[in-house]
């Protein structure tokens, strides 16, 4: 394979607890060609959050009915309160803290590593959000495309969800276009 551009590809990545490694696979984009890969267990970046995703997660694919539910239990579906004419939003307080910030700090981690979730990352910061209110929206995205993973047993597609976006006609293709 020659050099791989960073939206170019996918990766799919396995865990395997007996020998403490990840074995990763890279494809490149519209190609059949695969790049079978072993990292150490040491690994830096989104590799090494893996086993935080699998706890998680857990085996039990019924544990969640929905991504939604994930959501909340991780505490970064945010809580509106109303009195009167009055409402505010605040972040859940009573959660999983492990939960929480395991997905936190993936969404953090993806935000120089894949293409849509850097372009949301600026997009909230845009609208005023700050570094951990947007990181916490991109987390919340995150969780959805996670967990509809996890429910099929699909791995992570970049240019799969890319092509999902485009079809739905988000703001952020046009975002992502601009950026090409």
């Known amino acids: 394979m020659g050099a791989l551009n960073e939206i170019d590809f996918v990766a ?4 395997d607890w007996a020998d403490k490694k990840h074995d990763a696979c890279i494809q490149e ?3 059949e060609q695969r790049e079978f890969v072993v990292i150490p267990h040491k690994c830096s970046g989104i590799v090494n959050l ?3 995703l699998l706890v998680a997660f857990g085996e039990d694919r019924e544990r969640y009915q929905n991504a939604a539910e994930l959501q909340k239990s991780a505490a970064v579906a ?3 309160e109303r009195s009167g004419n009055k409402h505010w939003v605040h972040w859940r307080w009573k959660c999983s ?3 929480r910030q395991t997905f936190i700090e993936w969404a953090g981690q993806t935000v120089n590593k894949s293409y849509w979730a850097g372009a949301y990352y600026r997009q909230q910061r845009a609208k005023g959000s700050n ?7 991109l987390a919340f995205k995150w969780i959805r495309i996670l967990y509809r993973c996890w429910q099929t047993r ?3 597609d970049e240019s799969i969800y890319l092509k999902s976006l485009e ?3 988000s703001t952020l293709v046009k975002q992502l276009g601009e950026i090409a």
């Open 131 to 137: 570094h951990q209110a947007a990181v916490r929206a």
């Open 50 to 52: 893996a086993p935080r």
């Open 154 to 156: 699909t791995p992570y």
């Open 29 to 31: 984009a519209n190609s």
């Open 78 to 80: 945010p809580v509106t």
């Open 97 to 99: 803290t492990f939960l």
């Open 12 to 15: 799919h990545v396995g865990i």
């Open 167 to 169: 079809r739905r006609g």
